[in-house]
T-cell receptor, first 115, second 114 residues
Framework: AQKVTQAQTEISVVEKEDVTLDCVYE???????LFWYKQPPSGELVFLIRRNSFDEQNEISGRYSWNFQKSTSSFNFTITASQVVDSAVYFC????????????FGTGTRLQVFP | EADIYQTPRYLVIGTGKKITLECSQT?????MYWYQQDPGMELHLIHYSYGVNSTEKGDLSSESTVSRIRTEHFPLTLESARPSHTSQYLC?????????????FGPGTRLLVL
């Protein structure tokens, strides 16, 4: 079975704090893709990152970083020095390599950053 | 990276009305998708298409129908709207590249059926 779990339903932080959003996945596939999307209050889903399962290198993009650990089936997302504009719902998603257009979403984590 | 448009952005309509939610993309992507998003945030795939004249039902059963007559256009229709159809509807498109496949989403349509 394929499943994505985002155990944190809601997180509140004060601006400039670092925050980590957890994502744990389940799959029997040996190759797969992992994604993070951001959904601001305006409603659109904004693509942030795609990671292939055979690439375990962590990635940094500005204040965003992603920690992929196959051993624990986790793909966590950290925002450094959070800002009010980071307030959004963040979704982690998984797609099997044999059906790369099938996205399995987690239930999302709502992040509120207060000034 | 992807230009996907959805209209209307917001729609309030009475029970029993027929509605069509529009989705267009200018990227020439073959694959397109419709998701329904609960107020509780979960996303559910309701329809997808691999190209012109291809339509498939997704994981969540839906009373809506879709069509794909042109590559860039993937409208969703509800013949008779009901309050249970109140939701946000998100359209997406994707293309397969060597590095993998990514779905890009439109801004969504928030539908309220009274």
């Amino acid at each position: 079975a394929q499943k994505v779990t985002q155990a944190q339903t809601e997180i509140s932080v004060v601006e400039k704090e670092d925050v980590t959003l957890d994502c744990v996945y389940e799959t029997r596939d040996t190759t797969y893709y992992l994604f993070w999307y951001k959904q601001p209050p305006s409603g659109e889903l904004v693509f942030l990152i795609r990671r292939n399962s055979f690439d375990e290198q962590n990635e940094i993009s500005g204040r965003y970083s992603w920690n992929f650990q196959k051993s624990t089936s986790s793909f966590n997302f950290t925002i450094t020095a959070s800002q009010v504009v980071d307030s959004a719902v963040y979704f982690c998603a998984l797609s099997p390599s044999y059906n790369t257009d099938k996205l399995i979403f987690g239930t999302g984590t709502r992040l509120q950053v207060f000034p | 990276e992807a230009d996907i448009y959805q209209t209307p952005r917001y729609l309030v309509i009475g029970t029993g009305k027929k509605i069509t939610l529009e989705c267009s993309q200018t990227m020439g992507h073959d694959k397109m998708y419709w998701y329904q998003q609960d107020p509780g945030m979960e996303l559910h795939l309701i329809h997808y298409s691999y190209g012109v004249n291809s339509t498939e039902k997704g994981d969540l059963s839906s009373e809506s129908t879709v069509s794909r007559i042109r590559t860039e256009h993937f409208p969703l229709t509800l013949e008779s709207a009901r309050p249970s159809h109140t939701s946000q509807y998100l359209c997406a498109s994707s293309v397969q590249r060597l590095a993998g496949e990514t779905q890009y989403f439109g801004p969504g349509t928030r539908l309220l059926v009274l």
